[in-house]
T-cell receptor
Framework: TQLLEQSPQFLSIQEGENLTVYCNSS?????LQWYRQEPGEGPVLLVT?????EVKKLKRLTFQFGDARKDSSLHITAAQPGDTGLYLC???????????FGGGTRVLVKP | NAGVTQTPKFQVLKTGQSMTLQCAQD?????MYWYRQDPGMGLRLIYY???????DKGEVPNGYNVSRLNKREFSLRLESAAPSQTSVYFC????????????FGPGTRLTVT
């Protein structure tokens, strides 16, 4: 089993719908990151959360770090085809520790 | 700035052949990383270099070697390729080991037959 479990593995929705992706662990993380990866490219960092309960917004994307720093969620409001991609959560168990990735959630937004 | 560059973009090897994947960054970063990405498994760390002159094993180092040639360049070598090494390989860099953000290259898609 992976240290960070993402769900669902695949999500297909219509343009304009909302979606939520989850990232869960039994371990406490000092920080969590969300990346988006498009086909043929490397992951690109969207956000880093470091404080339990923290909520960050990036246009239509809302990121939340759980109070106990063991889980995170990514919510997209009114999804657009440009949101299509592989969403990866990743975290540091302790500062300076290696970055651990979840298995990813593939999102498809149909026009 | 090109960011992180990787060569080649695609490679097909026969079992037992060797090859080196090249990575360079122009952001003056101290730390560099090699990952492999397999379906459903996210990215797994193969080796990393916290600073010039140092390298350390990651989660899946077996069958690989690395060289931190200078501050800019970090190469990954497969001495005797195996089908299990078929994957997409990503190089990344960060300002230092404690920095949250890692910048990734475009990847090398390797197939071992």
């Amino acid at each position: 089993t992976q240290l960070l479990e993402q769900s669902p593995q695949f999500l297909s929705i219509q343009e304009g719908e909302n979606l939520t992706v989850y990232c869960n662990s039994s371990s406490v993380f000092s920080s969590l990151q969300w990346y988006r990866q498009e086909p043929g490219e490397g992951p690109v960092l969207l956000v880093t959360v470091v404080t339990g309960g923290e909520v960050k917004k990036l246009k239509r994307l809302t990121f939340q770090f759980g109070d106990a720093r063991k889980d995170s969620s990514l919510h997209i409001t009114a999804a657009q085809p440009g949101d299509t991609g592989l969403y990866l959560c990743a975290g540091h168990l302790t500062a300076g520790n290696k970055l651990t990735f979840g298995g990813g959630t593939r999102v498809l937004v149909k026009p | 700035n090109a960011g992180v560059t990787q060569t080649p973009k695609f490679q097909v090897l026969k079992t037992g052949q060797s090859m080196t994947l090249q990575c360079a960054q122009d952001m003056n970063h101290n730390s560099m990383y090699w990952y492999r990405q397999d379906p459903g498994m996210g990215l797994r760390l193969i080796y990393y270099s916290a600073s010039e002159g140092t390298t350390d094993k990651g989660e899946v180092p077996n069958g690989y070697n690395v060289s931190r040639l200078n501050k800019r360049e970090f190469s990954l070598r497969l001495e005797s390729a195996a089908p299990s090494q078929t994957s997409v390989y990503f190089c990344a860099s960060s300002l230092n080991r404690d920095t949250y953000e890692q910048y990734f290259g475009p990847g090398t898609r390797l197939t071992v037959t």
